[in-house]
């Protein structure tokens, strides 16, 4: 935690490469920011559209997210996060996603 602000970090293995994610939690919004074989800043805001462009190896996508909640038990070394959100891929159908991000720091030996 820096200045009032959670910072989450952890690396994937996706079939398109290796993938850095970054969550910054504040009280009033999640930004989610991927760098390597997808790029993408994601902010989910309650009440609030966003647009982003999510980039791959062959092309990239405009998301338009719609936040509908977002709670953060977060400040310790453990914490949750709990989103729930509509997004539309370019001009196709409107989704609906729930997405929890649970985690744990690292202790380091």
């Known amino acids: 935690m820096r200045n009032g602000k959670t910072y989450l970090s952890y690396h994937e293995e996706h079939d398109l490469g290796k993938i850095k994610t970054v969550v910054k939690i504040t009280e009033k919004e999640i930004l989610v920011m991927r760098s390597g074989a997808i790029q993408m800043k994601q902010r989910f805001i309650p009440g609030a559209s966003?647009?982003?462009q999510y980039k791959l190896p062959f092309g990239q996508m405009e998301l338009r997210t719609e936040t509908k909640n977002i709670q953060a038990d977060v400040?310790?070394?453990?914490g949750s996060v709990k989103m729930t959100?509509?997004?539309t891929v370019g001009e196709n159908q409107e989704?609906?996603?729930n997405m929890t991000i649970q985690?744990?720091?690292?202790?380091k030996a």
């Open 75 to 78: 400040g310790g070394s453990e």
């Open 50 to 52: 966003t647009l982003t």
């Open 103 to 107: 985690y744990k720091e690292e202790t």
């Open 85 to 87: 959100y509509n997004m």
């Open 95 to 97: 989704h609906v996603h």
